[in-house]
């Protein structure tokens, strides 16, 4: 369905993972894309995915912890556009995954920078065409949120940030007509999953088959979740099907864990 049909999306963190897969997802749905990442030549291979299917890209190389071009990122979108109907923070970094009486600060005060103030740095930028337009934000969070698994204390102070972030831009910005809305994935089956499992069958002696079934099983639906599968959360949260919705989060993890 093109549940963004004449829509201007923006979507920060491009890579080869879910941030592709949000580009893609929001092109199939009908968007117009504007991909944001440090590294343009990711930029370049996605929009060229995009605008073989058809679709109409902007490709504009941002850090977004930087507040100038991040402003030089919403300036160009609109003049190129006129519009801006969601922002998509998916960009993050990271952070420290040492227990936290032994965590690195200067590792953390980076991922922080970049995973909460950045996405509140464009969604500062973006929050004069979003009024325009009564559009939404999609902060892309984590499950981590919802347990308190060891090694993952700063990873999880960090998401817990953007989660209490986003639900006070929602009542910040709603009398601006703005939605501010979070997913919060679970394990994603993409390629540095895979990597990291293979990690895992290695150092225990086991196939990287047994370590997905391994983690699986602690799902309802006893798979993990793909990437697309993510992204359509996101295209739904940043559509006007999801017109009365804010301030809320959307679980995709499988049924690992229940909120």
């Known amino acids: 369905m093109r549940l963004l ?10 890579g080869p993972g879910l941030g592709r897969s949000i580009c893609l997802e929001a092109a199939a749905a009908g968007a117009t894309v504007v991909l944001a990442a440090r590294t343009g030549s990711r930029l370049l291979e996605v929009a060229a995915e995009i605008e073989d299917a058809g679709g109409t890209t902007l490709c504009v190389p941002t850090d977004i912890t930087d507040q100038t071009a991040v402003a030089q990122l919403a300036a160009r979108t609109v003049e190129t ?12 970094a990271v952070p ?5 009486d032994r965590t690195d600060f200067d590792h953390m005060r980076t991922s922080f920078d970049m995973t909460v103030l950045g996405g509140l740095r464009m969604t500062q ?3 004069p065409a979003l009024a325009e337009s009564k559009g939404a934000v999609v902060m892309i969070n984590s499950m981590v949120v919802r347990h308190s698994e060891p090694r993952y204390g700063s990873y999880k102070l960090t998401k817990a940030a953007l989660l209490a972030m986003s639900q006070t831009l929602a009542t910040e910005l709603g009398g601006k007509g703005v939605r501010v ?13 895979k990597w990291y499992f293979g990690q895992i069958a290695e150092k225990y002696g086991i196939t990287v088959a047994q370590v997905y079934e391994q983690t699986a099983a602690k799902s309802d639906l006893k798979r993990l979740p793909e990437p697309d599968e993510i992204a359509r959360a996101a295209v739904f949260l940043a559509s006007p099907w999801a017109s009365a919705i804010t301030g809320q989060t959307l679980d995709v993890n499988c049924g690992e864990y229940h909120n």
């Not at 049909?5 to 491009?14: C, H, R």
């Not at 519009?83 to 993050?92: M, S, T, Y």
């Not at 420290?96 to 936290?100: D, G, H, R, V, Y």
Request: no cysteine; glycine share 6%; proline share 5%.
């Open 5 to 14: 049909e004449d829509k201007v999306v923006v979507i920060s963190g491009v």
């Open 81 to 92: 556009f006129g519009r801006v109907d969601a922002l998509v923070n998916n960009a993050f």
């Open 96 to 100: 420290s995954m040492k227990p936290l």
């Open 125 to 127: 930028a973006f929050t």
């Open 181 to 193: 809305n979070s997913v919060l994935p679970g394990y994603i089956w993409t390629d540095q999953l």
